[in-house]
C-alpha cells in the first residue's frame, strides 16, 4: 500500500518519489553541472522558498569552485499560480560577467523562471541556466524558461514535500506526496 498523507480540507496525498529516489535524481543533476561548469566559478541562485531543500542537497554535491546566493520570488496562491510574478527578497550580488545557475524547486508554466532569466540577463550575466528538481512540460507556457537540467519531469500533479508545499506547509516532509486524484 501506498504511503499517503492527509491534507487540509480533505485533500489526500500519496507518496510520488521516495529519500532514496530524491537522492538518486540529485546525484544525477550535480554530476551534469559540474562536468558542464568545471572551471567556470558559476553563482548558484536558490529561489526561495521552495528550492532551499534541492539548493542545499544539490550544492553539496557539486565539487567546483562556485557561489551560493538567494532571492525569493512568489508567484502562486494555494494550488495553482497567480500569472504575476513578484520579487520579495531581491539580488544583491553583481551577476555582470558571471555563469548563473538558477535553482528551482518545480517549473510547470514557466512563468517565474521566464520574468527572472529576462531581468537576470538585463543585468548581464554571461549566461543563465536552470536546474528544477521537478518539471511539467505539459504545463510550459515559455519556451526559453524550460530548465537545462531537470531533476525528473511530471505530468500537471500538485506535489508537495522536498521543499514544496501546500499553502507553507508541507516543506519538511522528506519525500515528495502527489495529490490524489
Do not use: W
Amino acid at each position: 500500500m501506498a504511503k499517503e498523507l492527509q491534507g487540509t480540507e480533505g485533500r489526500v496525498f500519496e507518496e510520488y518519489l521516495s529519500e532514496d529516489d530524491i537522492k538518486g535524481i540529485v546525484s544525477e543533476v550535480a554530476q551534469r553541472i559540474t562536468a558542464d561548469y568545471e572551471g567556470r566559478n558559476p553563482l548558484f541562485i536558490c529561489v526561495l522558498n521552495g528550492a532551499y531543500i534541492y539548493a542545499a542537497d544539490l550544492y553539496r554535491a557539486i565539487p567546483i569552485r562556485s557561489e551560493i546566493t538567494f532571492v525569493r520570488l512568489k508567484s502562486y496562491e494555494g494550488t495553482s499560480t497567480t500569472g504575476h510574478v513578484e520579487l520579495v527578497t531581491p539580488l544583491r550580488e553583481d551577476i555582470k560577467g558571471r555563469d548563473v545557475v538558477l535553482i528551482e524547486d518545480i517549473v510547470d508554466t514557466g512563468t517565474t523562471m521566464h520574468y527572472f532569466k529576462q531581468m537576470l540577463c538585463e543585468m548581464g550575466a554571461k549566461s543563465v541556466a536552470v536546474t528544477a528538481f521537478l518539471f511539467k512540460p505539459e504545463a510550459l507556457l515559455y519556451p526559453d524558461a524550460e530548465p537545462e537540467y531537470v531533476g525528473k519531469s511530471i505530468p500537471r500533479k500538485f506535489v508537495l514535500g522536498y521543499g514544496l508545499d501546500y499553502d507553507g506547509y508541507g516543506r519538511n516532509i522528506p519525500a515528495v506526496y502527489a495529490l490524489k486524484d
